[in-house]
């Protein structure tokens, strides 16, 4: 696999890593405000374009999604420059690829920051996700489906649907209603009703013309074939058994002319919170993937994000925070970051 990424290295020898990760739909770009503000004050700094996305390998294999594979991938970007640990702060999708090296690989995470989402644990082995299930919780504790979306994103046409209404698309992703994320998103058939429709929305205007373009096309270039499958990977099952196996790839190696692959299982201690600096970021105004929404969805009552380890701080924005509040947003992870 092959990976495009931002890297600055800290202005001090010893200084701080921050390795920031995006989500669906975006690139390393989705950070350029965090890039700006931490470059500036000399930390150092890796941005990947996270696999399926911008400059990075975009396969279409679902099983490349599983989330050990992703984490090794991320683990190998570290070796590769030389760094032992790192701040690792993720997006939506991010964010599960940030807890997912911390379970693989505790030792390379220094401190774990997580903007909308919340903590998901590994779960233990034999937990599925049942989609209708989660949808007929949400829609009962908060009066829609808040994962509903999942089956068009996974569904074989969704890429070319998306591609052919992009516009549109994008008005809805980045609206200036966040509102509309609760019906015109969310329940289930309700992207595709709405891209098919014609129907059009207003853009926020915390989004400039040039950060439009910009991600406008970079999605032309790429494409949502491989983007989806960080859907699909889960609604196909092969996250579940990629869970009940809790193992990623660590060494081959011959022996008797045969290849043999060395497992690194995730022990119970580390499917808790472990005693790390983490930082959650909520963004109130996001109706899809603000914590008691998502956790809530997914029938976890409760957020494991507590302790004296953990900060939290709610911010008045939609799901693209880092967007939309950048300087909020910048100002408390630097906080944050200066703490340990």
Not at 56 to 81: C, F, G, M, Q
Not at 135 to 148: H, I, M, P, Q, R
Not at 213 to 225: C, D, N, V
């Amino acid at each position: 696999m092959k990976y495009q990424y931002y890297f600055a290295p800290p202005r001090q020898d010893g200084g701080k890593w921050l390795l920031l990760l995006n989500g669906f739909p975006g690139s390393s770009f989705d950070w350029h405000h965090q890039v700006t503000y931490f470059e500036k004050r000399g930390y150092g700094l890796i941005v990947p374009d996270m696999l399926g996305y911008g400059g990075s390998s975009k396969p279409t294999d679902v099983e490349a999604y599983r989330h050990s594979l992703i984490a090794n991938d991320l683990k190998d970007i570290l070796d590769a420059e030389g760094i032992q640990r790192a701040v690792v702060i993720g997006h939506d999708w991010g964010t599960l690829a940030t807890a997912r090296l911390l379970a693989y690989y505790p030792e390379r995470v220094q401190a774990m920051g997580l903007l909308t989402v919340g903590y998901l644990a590994p779960p233990p082995p034999g937990v599925k996700i049942d989609m209708d299930a989660c949808n007929e919780a949400s829609k009962k504790a908060f009066g829609y489906e808040v994962l509903g979306y999942w089956e068009f994103f996974s569904a074989p046409d969704a890429p070319e649907v998306i591609m052919s209404h992009l516009d549109t698309f994008l008005d809805m992703a980045f609206a200036a209603d966040p509102e509309i994320w609760k019906t015109d998103i969310a329940p289930t058939g309700a992207v595709r009703a709405c891209l098919t429709s014609g129907k059009t929305y207003e853009q926020a205007t915390w989004l400039t013309p040039q950060e439009r373009a910009r991600i406008t096309e970079t999605l032309r270039k790429g494409g949502f074939e491989a983007p989806t499958n960080y859907y699909k990977v889960h609604t196909s099952g092969l996250q579940s058994k990629d869970d009940e196996r809790t193992t990623t790839f660590v060494e081959y190696y011959v022996f008797h002319d045969l290849i043999w692959i060395l497992h690194a299982e995730i022990p119970p201690e580390r499917r808790v919170l472990p005693n790390i600096p983490v930082f959650f970021g909520d963004a109130l105004k996001d109706h899809i993937a603000r914590e008691e929404l998502f956790l809530g969805a997914l029938g976890i009552p409760e957020s494991p994000l507590k302790g004296e380890n953990v900060t939290r701080k709610d911010f008045d924005a939609c799901h693209w925070l880092m967007m939309e509040k950048p300087d909020e947003v910048s100002q408390a992870l630097h906080e944050w970051v200066e703490s340990f």
